[in-house]
């Protein structure tokens, strides 16, 4: 879990209005996921100035304050009030980081000796909202010194709060790797008591573009049945629950189009504990060359994301330029990014076309992400993702239908093929 704690680090100096941001034209909103994406967590803090409002923010060092706290950064000019980047120390040694409005931090990083808490807060500067915590090394031997069995301490929670306690929709990572997810009331697990499956004994994810409007990130879940398998179609039952642990995101298509949605929502992705992925919708109709730099200009990758996705589906181009055409440019495609992103990528498409126009021994060191609609996944191959329905139902998306994907083994094997697609 330390691998999803770090992919925050560069985010919590950010504290985006997003209604604006979606206004503002994909140059500008790709200049400002450069700038906070690609790098680990302090040493890519950038101080942008935030304020709308163009008030003239000057920086301080050693700013100390009636209650003994100090800060250091950016304030309004002639005021204590703080704006933009900045880090205050309390006199207890708790470090609050990031973007401040108004003298308040919507959204940053709390440093204790316990935890580090990336997320939301109040204006009291309590937990407030979606966040995510991970307890000290030091904390956790505590819980053991008091007996505590392993599987009952939390390593790490990803999910909502309220007024410093865990509350609504989240997932707690055990330290012996076990996970409880559902509802929690004032800091407490609502257990549903004949739940029938393992948190993470399946893998599911979702995949969104342009076409999936208005994604409430704070509370994604998939509804399942008590033996875990998730629903095709209306839920029979709204009791239990399966957590998104992965989403694809569409990046671009063909040799122009990039998808309005994807730079800001690698951003949700990360907040929520979500592990992103990016994907590329193949035209063989434009050069492949230039399909090529489209993707590598506008996804990004870094270590612990999903494998970088070739989507395969228009079967009437398909048909026009030949199957060999087809295994070309593919293959052209998957080498670069292998060898420009560093890590190796897979093909999506349906099982029809893998096993009629695919089938070549080329392709064998790339895995599938399979489409098939049924309750059988993709036979007469390996495989590694499975899209299993298109007619999903998303707690936290209300725009209809979705696409769900399920991994083919539990979160440890995932983990392991996450990390074995990277380029050492």
């Known amino acids: 879990m330390p691998m999803l704690i770090d992919k925050f680090r560069g985010l919590i100096r950010s504290d985006f209005d997003w209604k604006k941001i979606l206004m503002y034209s994909l140059p500008i909103v790709s200049f400002i996921i450069g700038l906070l994406v690609p790098s680990p967590l302090f040493d890519r803090l950038r101080k942008e100035a935030v304020d709308e409002e163009e008030q ?18 950016s304030v309004i000019k002639g005021t204590k009030t703080r704006q933009g980047y900045g880090r205050l120390t309390t006199a207890d040694s708790t470090v609050y980081e990031g973007n401040w409005r108004n003298d308040e931090l919507p959204y940053g990083q709390r440093t204790t000796s316990s935890s580090v808490y990336r997320g939301r807060f109040d204006k009291e500067l309590n937990n407030e909202g979606f966040g995510i915590i991970e307890y000290s090394e030091a904390f956790i031997d505590g819980k053991r010194k008091q007996g505590m069995a392993e599987c009952d301490i939390v390593q790490t929670y990803i999910g909502n709060w309220h007024n410093n306690n865990k509350q609504g929709l989240g997932r707690s990572v055990k330290v012996d790797g076990s996970m409880d997810f559902g509802r929690y009331d004032n800091g407490v697990f609502q ?23 208005d994604v409430d990130w704070d509370n994604l879940a998939l509804y399942c049945d008590k033996d875990g398998n998730v629903y095709s179609g209306k839920p ?3 009791k239990y629950m399966q957590p998104v642990f992965f989403v694809y995101l569409k990046a671009t298509e063909g040799a122009t189009i990039k998808d309005e949605t994807y730079s800001v929502r690698t951003i949700e992705a990360e907040r929520h504990g979500v592990l992103k992925g990016a994907y590329h919708f193949l035209h063989l109709g434009s ?10 200009e506008t996804a990004n990758w870094t270590l612990g994301d999903m494998p970088p996705a070739l989507d395969v589906e228009v079967v009437s181009e398909i048909k026009e330029y030949g199957k060999e055409f087809l295994v070309e440019k593919t293959l052209q495609w998957l080498r670069k990014i292998e060898s420009t992103m560093h890590v190796r990528p897979i093909i999506y498409t349906r099982e029809n076309i893998r096993n009629e126009y695919l089938n070549d021994d080329r392709l064998k060191k790339y895995d599938f992400w399979i489409a098939k609609y049924s309750k059988k996944g993709p036979a007469n191959f390996d495989w590694h993702l499975w899209q299993k329905t298109d007619k ?9 239908r979705i696409d769900i994907n399920l991994f083919k083994g539990d979160y440890a094997s995932f983990i392991r093929f996450i990390n074995d697609k990277t380029l050492r």
């Open 56 to 73: 003239q923010l000057v920086e301080v060092a050693g700013l100390v304050f009636a209650d003994g706290s100090r800060y250091d950064g």
């Open 191 to 213: 257990a549903i008591p004949d739940v029938n499956y393992r948190v993470g004994g399946s893998v599911y994810g979702v995949d969104f573009s342009h076409y999936q409007k």
């Open 236 to 238: 029979k039952d709204k």
């Open 287 to 296: 050069p492949i060359e230039e399909q090529i730099r489209n993707f590598v």
């Open 392 to 400: 999903g139902v998303l707690e936290g998306y209300d725009g209809g």
